[in-house]
Each structure stands twice: as C-alpha cells, then as structure tokens.
C-alpha cells in the first residue's frame, strides 16, 4: 500500500506543478483574473488580476491519477473498498464542476459573484442528495452516528440522512469560504488529507490513504504557485473540489464527526461568517472586524503568512485530536 500511496502523491505532485506552469500563462492571456471586492481589505486591491480557476491543475491529475490506481490496485495486490472511494471522487467531480460554472459565470459577468447562492446550494444539494442515495446502495446501510471518544454509536434513523445533507454542503461551503488569501485552503487541506492518509494506515483502510494521498500531492502541488504572494488562486473551481473530497471523505471512514473535529479551521470560517451576518442583521453591530474570521485577523495586523502557519497549525492539532478519538 506503501508504494501506491507514494507514487500516486507524487504523480498528482508532478502533473499539478506542470500543469500550472502552462495553465497560468493561458489563463493570464485569456484575462481570467480574480476580481476583487470593494469591501475587502484595502491591500487585496493588488491582488486583481491574478490568474484564478488554477484548481482545475490538480482536480483533472488527481482524478486521472485516483483511477489509475484503482486499476492498478488489484494487480498490487492492495485492498481498496471501491464503492465509498469512487463515491467520494464523483461528489468531489460534481462539485468542482459546479464551480466550473461558478468561475466561468464570474468572468462572463467580469464581477466576483457568478451563481447565486441558492442555486449554488441547490446544486450542491443536490450532488449531496444523489452521493448519499449511492453510498446508500452500495456502502452504507445503517444510519448510526459515531461519537468520537466514547465509542458510541448514536441511532438517528430517517434523520441520518438530513444530518448528512446538511454536513456536506456545509464542509464543500466552509472549505470554499477558507480560500480567502494565499495559500490558506490548500494549506489546511493539506493537513486535513495527512490526516486521513494516517488513518488510513493505521486502520488499513486502504481507500482513505489512497484519497488521502492524492489529496497530499494535488495541495503541496498548487501551494508551489499558491504560497504567498500567490501566481494563481484556485477559484470555486478547486474549493469546491476540495471540499468534495474532505465531505466524502467523513463517511469513507464513517466518522463525519472526527472529519469535523480535524477540520475546526473550515468551521471557523463557516460559523464566524454567519454569526457576522446574523448578529448583523440583528443589531447593526459587527462581531469581527470582517469575515470570515481570517480577515478578521488581517484587520487585527497579522500577515497572511502568519495566519496560514497559524491557521495549519491549528489544524494538525485538531488532527491529533481527531485521530485519539477516532
């Protein structure tokens, strides 16, 4: 399992570098530059312009790359359960595809709001609905939920399933919303899919380190052009995707509520941004200087690098946590 996961890392690693280095060119001479928010902060005036739509470099390797060593698997004689993995890559496909739309709907209007946010939810929904119809079929057929740390496992019937709905369009939302300075969302990603290639380890479930894996490689890949001052922000294109991946990922190990706890930082983001808006709309009052809650800590003078180093710091602590109780 070792080499699989090792060679599919670092063919998703190599293809997204290369891949970037003839997509950003391309998209600089179509003008697919990122637009910036007047309601932004002030010094992300500077950021305009900068190529975006780059995730499609690593969404098109690792899917290209995860089937490849699907196939191979057998041959290796390394035990993968299909079904859930495939799963995971079609919600995290379908996503990424909605964000496609997104970016490209962006451009045509030469604006930073493409879809609205219904249709984008119900997109979403809808790519959840079917995700969870099929893990149904053919993965998961009780509808308990695991409580980390004391081993039990909580029956919550039909209602599984609108928990389900609800957690995965709001991690694919929570992951989108932390792609808000450079190298933020792949940073975290990052440490979020180590993560799971652990638990996939240590559990021998070789599906999860596979995904983990690729995911590893497809980050650390676009943070060589991402990083801080960033060439190419990867759009709803690629956190969509991502958020796919880490929302399919929850049930492959059958524990959303560990994929919860290791991802603290996208509910972060996800919570201080509807807390900002309601109690807004409640009081006329700000609770943070902006949301999410990263511009929040631009407002308070810290660097991005800073909140990014933070911010996965953060990150592989709650991973740590997430992984005793898992």
Known sequence: MVGLYAASAACVFVLTVLALRLLIPKLRSMKMGQKILDIGPRWHKSKEGTPTMGGIAFAIPLTLVLVAAMLAAPALDVKINLPPLLLTLLLAVGNGAIGVVDDLTKFKKKQNEGLTAPQKYLLQLAMAGAFLALLRLYGKPDTSLSIPFIGFELELGWFYYVFALIFITGIINSVNLTDGIDGLASSVTLV?????????????????????????????????????????FMGDTGSLFLGGIVAGAAFMIDNPLCIAIAGIVYICEAMSDIIQVGVYKLTHKRVFRMAPIHHHFEKCGWSEKKIVFVFSLVTLIASVVAYLGY
Request: aromatic share 18%.
């Open 192 to 232: 979020v899919a180590g993560f799971l290639s652990v638990i996939g380890f240590t559990y021998r479930l070789g599906e999860t380190a596979l995904l983990g894996g690729v995911t590893v490689g497809a980050t650390l890949g676009f943070l060589v052009y991402n990083f801080y001052p960033a060439r190419v």
